[in-house]
């Protein structure tokens, strides 16, 4: 077999990485010097990493953060907000992922809820896990036209399979009855199976009279299968009176805005 019908062959079996290394390999003489398996080695190196490289990309398209710029370590612990950083980093790691554990995040509008949402989701992926972020408002009305339509399963599957679903303004309008009924299909499914991450401007306690003014008993039913399981991240600022929103912190720099 000719070296030019390997390089074909490697394309053919969409491995064109090793395929450029190994051309490459034939055009440097200097390695004709280095042992058959080390030049072998290098070539499969290169074809792991690039494939590693194409499929975290693809998890982070796919996940469609909110905020695909944030990370964990862009996090600001100066910025006059109480953060619990051993908590944060510990979390970084992905361990609740595999204890298939939830996240709560609460706080006021600008606190940088949901910058600290898509960065977890961000080491998510960068640990190989399947990633959704969503607005609980969007997910909603996706679900409820589902089920009219008649493919609410398909629909649903979309939201149960991600390994960790992000949904953002968790309750931020109160559910009705049918609204509240496909979320707990979503969050039964999901329980024991996969992690979520809640970020919400309502602290837990007051998450009951958001679903159905909390006299369902769908109320009890959603908070009973999130509650007792989940991290809870409550982001409250040290002197309310310097109270200074995280898009302002996050923001473009005053010299560049005009």
């Known amino acids: ?43 499969v190196d290169i074809e792991y990493t690039t494939r590693k490289s194409n499929r975290l990309k693809k998890l982070i398209k796919d996940a469609g953060m909110e905020q695909p710029d944030a990370s964990i370590a862009g996090i600001d612990y100066q910025s006059g907000r109480k953060l619990n950083k051993s908590l944060i980093t510990r979390l970084a790691r992905g361990e609740y992922i595999t204890e298939y554990r939830n996240i709560f995040i609460t706080g006021a509008t600008g606190s940088g809820k949901t910058y600290m949402a898509c960065a977890f ?8 896990y399947t990633v959704r972020y969503v607005r609980l408002p969007d997910m909603l009305l996706e679900l409820q036209a589902a089920r009219e339509e008649g493919n609410f399963p398909s629909i649903l599957k979309k939201y149960t399979k991600p390994t960790l679903l992000i949904i953002d303004e968790w309750l931020l309008m109160k559910l009705s009855e049918s609204e509240a009924r496909n979320l707990f299909e979503l969050i039964h499914k999901r329980r024991k199976r996969s992690s979520t ?29 999130i509650s007792y399981d989940s991290y809870k991240i409550n982001i409250e600022y040290i002197d309310k009176t310097k109270d200074r929103s995280m898009r302002e912190v996050y923001g473009l720099d005053p010299s560049q805005a005009q």
């Open 1 to 43: 077999m000719t070296n030019e019908a390997t390089i074909n062959k490697l394309i053919e079996m969409h491995m064109t990485p090793m395929a450029d290394a190994f051309r490459n390999q034939l055009n440097d003489t200097t390695m004709k010097e280095v042992p058959f398996e080390d030049r072998f080695g290098m070539m």
């Open 197 to 225: 991450i809640f970020c919400s401007q309502f602290e837990e306690k007051d998450w009951y009279s958001q679903i159905c003014n909390g006299e369902n008993t769908l109320a009890d039913a959603i908070m009973d299968r």
């Open 121 to 128: 989701g961000m080491e998510a992926c960068k640990q190989y």
